[in-house]
């Protein structure tokens, strides 16, 4: 395996090993956060295999999937998954979405979440 498809790899799975560790301390906010990041370093992973540059500069994950070309791959609740946790990357950092986001993210929330975002790192794994 490519070094730099193996860095964003060991990324992403320490993001999700946090994601679980956030769940089980109940720090529901960066639970979907981790998530997120875990997906875009499993999106990087996946960029990197199938392209010859470096993976985007971008926490967008519609948009790194759409310029490595994969994004027509997803089923429709995969691309579902993927406008959901979107916006936990950017709202889990200012406080004034915070107090509305935490409202929402409940520990069943967040452990459908966990499930989801495994899923998806499985599902690109099985590609690579």
């Known amino acids: 395996m490519d070094n730099k498809v193996k860095y964003w790899l060991e990324l992403s799975d320490y993001d999700f090993d946090t994601a679980l560790a956030m769940l089980n301390s109940k720090r529901f ?3 979907g956060f981790m998530c997120h990041q875990t997906i875009e370093k499993i999106f990087k992973a996946y960029f990197t295999s199938l392209k010859s540059e470096p993976a985007p500069y971008s926490h967008s994950l519609s948009y790194i999937a759409k310029k490595a070309g994969f994004y027509d791959l997803f089923l ?3 691309k579902d998954f993927i406008d959901q946790i ?3 990357n950017i709202e ?4 004034s979405y915070k107090e509305r ?3 929402s993210l409940t520990y069943e929330k967040c ?4 499930e989801r ?3 998806m790192q499985k599902w690109i794994k099985e590609k690579l």
Do not use: M
Request: aromatic letters at 8%; hydrophobic letters at 35%; zero cysteines.
């Open 29 to 31: 906010l960066y639970v």
């Open 111 to 114: 452990h459908e979440i966990i």
């Open 117 to 119: 975002t495994k899923e």
């Open 92 to 95: 889990a950092r200012y406080p």
């Open 86 to 88: 979107e916006p936990l």
């Open 101 to 103: 986001l935490l409202k």
């Open 76 to 78: 429709e609740e995969q």
